[in-house]
């Protein structure tokens, strides 16, 4: 069965330092793999997919995030975290043949700290 | 581009009562989600859409929640009798090929339901 598995369900950093949030992927086949963002009291927002092609994906607010097989693993990067970045992270996977279904990860919840 | 709406934003229900949830897609998407999200975890999907078809429904608890799409637009998602353990937000989404996986999945702002 296919899941997904978000490393900490609470990151905290300080603003101006690296982000990084974690997530692991279970599949028998290929996965198109998301992260979508989720401000509070608002719906999710996509920030960026891996479907083929370059494994390194970069997406709006300057995050990006690297496909990496070998690792099952589609982490979420950001140099430098502002104020703003404060939300809810939710990694997703969808398969191909499976209607567009996308499986969710539990979140991870971003604190931003000055 | 209008995006997808949802309504009410916001239902407070006693246990037992009824409740409805309105969703219309972005235009030309045909396929429609409906996704809870209970308090501290990731959304789940309750049903998808095709058009006005279903292609999966399969964690629809179906002795209490229903959904259609009957003109293959908009959709209702209704859940009678509430118990406390519905209390989350009820999620619309929409996408626009069909058939096909990796596609962006565009959401709403999601509706809010306490059961008290």
């Known amino acids: 069965a296919q899941s997904v598995t978000q490393l900490g369900s609470h990151v905290s950093v300080s603003e101006g330092a690296l982000v990084l949030l974690r997530c692991n992927y279970s599949s028998s086949v290929p996965p198109y793999l998301f992260w979508y963002v989720q401000y509070p009291n608002q719906g999710l927002q996509l920030l960026l997919k891996?479907?083929?092609?370059?494994?390194l994906v970069k997406g709006i607010n300057g995050f990006e995030a690297e496909f990496k097989k070998s690792e099952t693993s589609f982490h979420l990067t950001k140099p430098s975290a502002h104020m703003s970045d404060a939300a809810e992270y939710f990694c997703?996977?969808?398969?191909?043949?499976?209607?567009?279904?996308?499986?969710f990860g539990a979140g991870t919840r971003l604190a931003v700290h000055p | 581009e209008a995006g997808v709406a949802q309504s009410p934003r916001y239902k407070i229900i006693e246990k037992r009562q009824s409740v409805a949830f309105w969703c219309n897609p972005i235009?030309?998407?045909?396929?429609l989600y409906w996704y809870q999200q209970i308090l501290g975890q990731g959304p789940k999907l309750l049903i998808q859409?095709?058009?006005?078809?279903?292609?999966?429904d399969s964690q629809l608890p179906k002795d209490r929640f229903s959904a259609e799409r009957l003109k293959g637009v908009d959709s209702t998602l209704k859940i009678q009798p509430a118990k406390l353990e519905d209390s989350a937000v009820y999620l619309c989404?929409?996408?626009?090929?069909?058939?096909?996986?990796?596609?962006?999945?565009?959401f709403g702002e999601g509706s809010w339901l306490t059961v008290v």
């Open positions: 859409f095709q058009n006005n078809g279903v292609v999966d």
């Open positions: 989404a929409s996408s626009y090929l069909t058939g096909r996986s990796g596609n962006t999945i565009y």
């Open positions: 235009s030309g998407h045909a396929t």
């Open positions: 997703a996977v969808s398969f191909s043949g499976g209607y567009n279904k996308l499986i």
């Open positions: 891996y479907t083929t092609g370059a494994t």
